[in-house]
């Protein structure tokens, strides 16, 4: 018998989960197909998660009619490790071929999983992966090396959909049924998951426009956020509030007790009465998400992770076309305080040609990080 193992948090389940698993189950001819949630990902923690069993609930839904549904991981509870579930799968199916099906970018990882080669004792490896897809070809190679084997690859054409951009819109109270399978969109509205309750009611203070650049930096700063070990919850909220008041004038009812700082350009201003909504009239109390709203347009001396990591989402989402908004995109991949300096630099050197004024707060700014870097790469 042909068993294909397809494991992860589904955090939640989308659209791509289901073309992966039938691609895969077409390709090699499955005669069972078993889709095992987590527990815990021990390589997702700060996730804005939904509990196990609503996962093990969104798996039998989303999945009905395409394989059987495991409690295993869920039940046994505690971080869920691969070798200990593929294990489990080889004894209680000693005879049979067993291929476990992952992602090109779970494949890329996969040295780094725990007991990596007590995995490949019990199972083959089959990789999903969008045709035209270059990477897994390099990952292949360096799994091959490492390993003596090769991965079965499945080509499929997949959209561009991801649980981190579903978890976002859902957690901003925005509709995913796009993105979902049937059902899913609905059970994640009864059951209030993935939502941020300040959230949904501050998209009705922004125009369409507006709105839509929120929701690309929400969906970077949450792309991103792990790297530098901020909770997915802390970056999506600083980014969904931190043009909250870019629309609203500062006669605005809802401003009414606000005090306008001395000497800030009218484009500036938004920053620091964005952080006011989100104390006062949204709840927010975490100090570095109103600092990274204070300060997401002008930066400021020793900013924050949170902080760096909003003005660079802000200023390079990728709805952002100006000229050399690439290059900065891919120093922000290997370097953010290089990219924080690099971007500030870039903001003061146009504002200096176009003749505008220059915020003394912006270039104290530049001049903080630039000392820091440089301090930072003598060492």
């Known amino acids: 018998m042909k068993i294909i193992l397809f494991g992860g948090a589904f955090n939640p389940v989308h659209n791509e989960h289901v073309a992966m698993l039938k691609a895969a189950k077409e390709r090699l001819g499955a005669d069972k197909v078993i889709i095992m949630p987590t527990a815990v990902s021990p390589h997702k923690s700060g996730f804005i998660t939904a509990a196990p069993s609503a996962r093990l609930e969104m798996c039998r839904i989303a999945f009905d009619g395409l394989g059987e549904v495991s409690d295993f991981e869920v039940s046994k509870g505690g971080a869920s490790y691969s070798y200990v579930t593929c294990e489990y799968l080889r004894h209680k199916y000693p005879d049979d071929e067993i291929y476990f099906l992952m992602g090109a970018d779970m494949f890329a990882y996969f040295p780094m999983w725990v007991y990596p080669e007590r995995i490949l004792k019990c199972v083959k490896l089959a990789v999903c992966a969008r045709e035209g897809s270059a990477d897994v070809n390099l990952a292949q190679r360096d799994f091959q090396n490492d390993y ?32 979902v399978p049937a059902g899913i969109a609905e059970y994640i509205k009864a059951q209030g998951l993935y939502l941020i309750p300040s959230l949904p009611r501050a998209q009705k203070l922004m125009n369409e426009k507006r709105a839509a650049h929120v929701l690309r930096v ?16 802390t970056a999506v909220t600083a980014a969904a509030l931190h043009d909250v008041a870019k629309n609203l004038k500062l006669s605005d009812k809802l401003l009414k007790d606000f005090v306008p700082p001395e000497g800030v350009p009218e484009s500036v201003m938004h920053q ?33 992770d949170l902080e760096k990591l909003l003005f660079l989402c802000d200023m390079l989402e990728e709805g952002r076309d100006f000229e050399g908004v690439d290059k900065l995109r891919k120093l922000f991949a290997k370097d953010m305080d290089a990219c924080l300096e690099e971007s500030l630099k870039m903001e003061l050197d146009y504002l200096r040609a176009e003749g505008k004024y220059i915020y003394p707060l912006t270039q104290a700014a530049y001049d903080y990080i630039k000392q820091y870097n440089a301090h930072k790469n003598r060492i």
């Open 148 to 179: 003596g084997e090769t991965a079965t690859v499945i080509g499929y054409k997949g959209a561009d959909i991801s649980s981190t951009r579903v978890r976002v819109r859902a957690a901003m109270g925005l509709d995913i049924s796009e993105y």
């Open 218 to 233: 929400a969906y970077m700063a949450a792309e991103n956020c792990r790297r530098f070990k901020i909770p997915e919850k």
């Open 272 to 304: 620091f009465s964005g952080a006011y909504l989100a104390e006062h009239e949204f709840g927010i109390a975490d100090e570095d998400i109103l600092n990274a709203i204070r300060y997401h347009t002008s930066g400021r001396p020793d900013m924050s």
